[in-house]
C-alpha cells in the first residue's frame, strides 16, 4: 500500500507542475491563476480522505480531518503550494501531497486529536520579495506594513487577497487555535547529504539562522581608457576584493555559509569605471554567535579594502534571522517513527529556511527531510525516489501511532 500511495504522490507532484503561469515552466506565484486549479485538484482528494476543506483569507489551502471527540488538540502537517521561477516538481508542495496522502492511509480511522492539512498559499517571496506571507497569517503576525508591500505591477499584497475574491478583513480568522499539538513538515532536502550518505531521510534539528545585508562600495566613475591604473577608484574591485575575502572566511569557519549572490555596478557601462557597486550578502550558521562574529568580520574586512582603496562602503541590514531550533519532543517522535521503518536515523540541519521556522515560535515544530538526489532544487531537474516517498509516509504513519499513544495519556 504505500509504494502504490508513493507512487501516486509522485505522480500528483508532477501533475501540479503543469499548473503553471508558464508554459513549459513551473512558475507559480501567490494568488496567480494556476493556484486556483492546485486548490481545486487538492481539495477534491482532502474531501475524499475525510477532511472539511477550505481556502483561508490569505489563500491557504486547509483540510480539517476530525478526532475521534470533540475539543481535541490539532496537529498541523503542511508545506507550500508556491514556487520559485522555472521550479522543480516537489520543493514545497511535496510536503501538502505528503500530508494529504498521510491522512488518506488512515482511511477515515479517527485519532485523539485532529489534523490540519495546510498548503501555504506563498513562502518563496517570489511575487512581493517578503517570503511566509501563508504561514505568518496562521500565526498571527502579518501586518499592515507587509500588506501593503506591492508587486511590480504595483499591486499591494491586499489587492492580490481581494483580486483572488478574498476578504483581507477576514485575515485575523487564518490563526490557528489555541491548543495545537505542532506542526509537522516534509520536504525535500535541497541539499545533497543525505544523497552522500545514501540515507533516505533525514530529522532536521534546527534551521539555521541568516544575515542578510545590502553592502554598497562607493569611488569614482571615470574614464576607462584615460584614467591611470593607480589613480582609480574603482568600486568594482573593491567590491571584487571583498568577495574574494567572504569566500575565504566561510572555506575557513566550520558550519559556515557565506554567498555574494548579486553584483550592480553603475553606470555600468563597458568603457567608464564604476562610481559604485552594490553586493548583496547572505550568511547563514547553526550558532547565531558564530553568523554574528562572521558578519562583523566581513563588515570589517569591506572596511579595511574600502580605505586602503579610497572608497566609501556602507551596509544595510535586510535580515537577522535566529537559529530555530526543533522541538525536541517531536524530533524524538520522528527518530522513534524513522527507526521502526527500519531505517537509520541521520540528523541535520536545514541551511533553507522553511514554514516551520515562522511556526516555531507558535507551537512545537518538526521537519522530516527526504533525499534530494544530486542536492537539486529549484531546478526543473529537482527529483525524488520512490521508495524515500514510502519510507516517508511509513514514517508518518509511525509518527501519527505515537502521537495517538501519548495523546491518550
Request: include cysteine; proline fraction near 5%; charge should be negative.
Amino acid at each position: 500500500m504505500l509504494a502504490r500511495q508513493a507512487r501516486t504522490v509522485v505522480d500528483c507532484c508532477r501533475l501540479l507542475a503543469g499548473f503553471s503561469q508558464e508554459t513549459g515552466r513551473t512558475t507559480r506565484t501567490f494568488l496567480s491563476p494556476p493556484m486556483r486549479d492546485v486548490h481545486t485538484h487538492l481539495g477534491s482528494w482532502m474531501q475524499r480522505s475525510g477532511m472539511s476543506v477550505q481556502v483561508d483569507s490569505v489563500g491557504n489551502l486547509r483540510g480539517v480531518y476530525p478526532a475521534s471527540s470533540p475539543g481535541r488538540p490539532r496537529l498541523f502537517i503542511g508545506s507550500h503550494l508556491d514556487t520559485v521561477c522555472d521550479a522543480g516538481a516537489f520543493d514545497g508542495v511535496l510536503g501538502v501531497v505528503l500530508a494529504i496522502a498521510l491522512v488518506d492511509l488512515l482511511q477515515h480511522r479517527q485519532l485523539p486529536f485532529s489534523i490540519e492539512v495546510v498548503g501555504f498559499s506563498e513562502e518563496e517571496g517570489v511575487r512581493f520579495g517578503v517570503p511566509f506571507i501563508g504561514s505568518r497569517a496562521l500565526a498571527g503576525t502579518l501586518d499592515d506594513q507587509l500588506l501593503g508591500r506591492v508587486d511590480p505591477s504595483g499591486k499591494s499584497i491586499v489587492d492580490a487577497i481581494r483580486d483572488y475574491g478574498l476578504d483581507p478583513s477576514r485575515i485575523p480568522d487564518a490563526r490557528f487555535g489555541d491548543q495545537s499539538l505542532g506542526y509537522l513538515e516534509f520536504h525535500v532536502e535541497q541539499g545533497p547529504i543525505l544523497d552522500n550518505l545514501a540515507v533516505p531521510l533525514g530529522i532536521v534539528t534546527a534551521i539555521v539562522g541568516q544575515s542578510r545585508l545590502a553592502v554598497t562600495f562607493t569611488g569614482s566613475a571615470n574614464h576607462a581608457g584615460t584614467t591611470p591604473m593607480h589613480a582609480r577608484r574603482d568600486a568594482v574591485a573593491g567590491a571584487a576584493e571583498w568577495v574574494g575575502a567572504v569566500e575565504a572566511l566561510a572555506r575557513r569557519t566550520s558550519g559556515l555559509v557565506a554567498t555574494v549572490g548579486r553584483l550592480r555596478a553603475w553606470p555600468g557601462i563597458t568603457n567608464v569605471i564604476a562610481g559604485v557597486c552594490q553586493a548583496s550578502l547572505d550568511v547563514r550558521h547553526v550558532s547565531d554567535g558564530a553568523r554574528a562574529m562572521a558578519v562583523d568580520t566581513v563588515r570589517r574586512s569591506a572596511e579595511q579594502i574600502a580605505n586602503r582603496r579610497e572608497l566609501t562602503v556602507q551596509f544595510e541590514a535586510h535580515l537577522d534571522q535566529p537559529c530555530v531550533p526543533m522541538s525536541a519532543a517531536l524530533v524524538a517522535a520522528l527518530e522513534r517513527a524513522v527507526a521502526g521503518q527500519g531505517l537509520p536515523i541521520h540528523r541535520l540541519e536545514s541551511g533553507a529556511g522553511h514554514d516551520a521556522m515562522i511556526l516555531a515560535g507558535h507551537m512545537p515544530v518538526a521537519m522530516l527531510f527526504l533525499r534530494s538526489p544530486g542536492g537539486i532544487s529549484h531546478h526543473p531537474d529537482e527529483r525524488v525516489i520512490e521508495g524515500d516517498v514510502a519510507a516517508a509516509l511509513g514514517t508518518g504513519v509511525t509518527f501519527l501511532d505515537d502521537l495517538r499513544g501519548h495523546a491518550r495519556e
